[in-house]
């Protein structure tokens, strides 16, 4: 009886040893699975972001390819009517025109693989591609997240507005030059003092509490 209950003994502690042992191995396929998960939602994020503004486009050129043929139309007409027709539908183009090139907000996810904390990487933008002059730039709190913040290396980037929410970060390294109208820096940005230059503002120093 003794004997076999020292086998089963000796059988339990192998089994443990052997689960213990195994352990390692299924927790990193388990963390790979988990990247390669993330890694497809993200191709799937920016495929859809860009059939989306792709459609977007499409959509806007035909509108505007019609405008100018209506107005091609209505410019070969003497009718006092068909004046006031073209004229507002001038009016029209322009406000399309003013409206694709209005102001977009763009936040910073960050975390792509081989390019985590690299500002001029689409991939780690919210739509999709690289912040431009019309954009509202914000960098949240990705603590939680990809806890990945950007770095402009030595680019010169300008953006219509940037925000930086508490906890957050934004690195510009010394050849690196961010030209923006408006600032809110609620966490940390190291380097702003120097290299972030306020639109028809020679001093910008006052605009950053949190630079380092």
């Not at 195994?22 to 994020?45: C, D, F, G, R, W």
Request: with cysteine; net charge negative; proline share 4%.
């Amino acid at each position: 009886m003794a004997s076999k209950h020292l086998l089963t003994g000796t059988g339990i502690l192998l089994g443990v040893n052997t689960l213990s042992a195994q352990a390692p191995a299924a927790l990193h396929s388990l963390k790979m699975q988990e990247t390669e998960i993330i890694n497809t939602v993200q191709v799937l994020e920016q495929h859809a972001m860009t059939g989306v503004i792709a459609v977007a486009v499409l959509t806007g050129l035909a509108w505007i390819g019609c405008l100018c043929h209506a107005c091609l139309q209505l410019n070969k007409s003497q009718n006092p009517a068909h004046a006031r027709a073209k004229n507002m539908l001038l009016f029209v183009f322009v406000l399309i025109v003013t409206s694709a090139s209005a102001q977009k907000d763009n936040t910073w996810r960050g975390g792509a693989p081989g390019h985590e904390t690299e500002w001029s990487y689409s991939k780690n933008w919210s739509n999709g591609r690289v912040p431009n002059e019309f954009d509202r730039v914000l960098i949240p709190d990705v603590s939680s997240s990809t806890n990945d913040y950007p770095v402009i290396k030595a680019e010169k980037i300008e953006v219509s507005s940037l925000r930086v929410q508490e906890g957050a970060m934004l690195t510009l390294l010394p050849n690196a030059c961010l030209l923006v109208e408006e600032v809110d820096i609620q966490g940390v940005c190291q380097g702003c003092e120097r290299r972030i230059l306020l639109e028809g503002n020679a001093d910008a120093a006052a605009n950053f509490p949190n630079r380092e």
